[in-house]
């Protein structure tokens, strides 16, 4: 198994900047993939960011304005969010997947005021 914990999340002005962390435990060796997806209300949840074998894949909505990365020491994700707009608020979970299965995050709130 393995556990996900973020942090990070909070309330930013329109053009702010937030760094979102997600710490990784249990069995990390057998994870391929991460990422990061959000939800916000009365939406369906949708992909943000992902590193898949070394590949990075943003959404079209965050290109040039996030950025993920992976610190494999740590067992950490990290995604730096920088010029927040009002619709990225969301719930922000980090994700990680090994053959089968695909374990999630509770979750850290974004909000962004305009």
């Known amino acids: 198994q393995v556990q996900l914990v973020e942090s990070g999340g909070g309330l930013v002005q329109a053009g702010g900047s937030l760094r979102l962390s997600c710490a990784a435990s249990?069995?990390?060796?057998?994870?391929?993939?991460v990422g990061w997806y959000r939800q916000a209300p009365g939406k369906q949840r949708e992909m943000v960011a992902t590193?898949?074998?070394?590949?990075?894949n943003y959404a079209d909505s965050v290109k040039g304005r996030f950025t993920i990365s992976r610190d494999n020491a740590k067992n950490t994700v990290y995604l730096q969010m920088n010029t927040l707009k009002s619709e990225d608020t969301a719930v922000y979970y980090c994700?990680?997947?090994?053959?089968?299965?695909?374990?999630w995050g509770q979750g850290t709130q974004v909000t962004v005021s305009s």
């Open positions: 249990g069995s990390t060796f057998r994870i391929v993939a």
């Open positions: 994700n990680a997947k090994i053959p089968g299965y695909s374990y």
């Open positions: 590193i898949t074998s070394g590949i990075i």
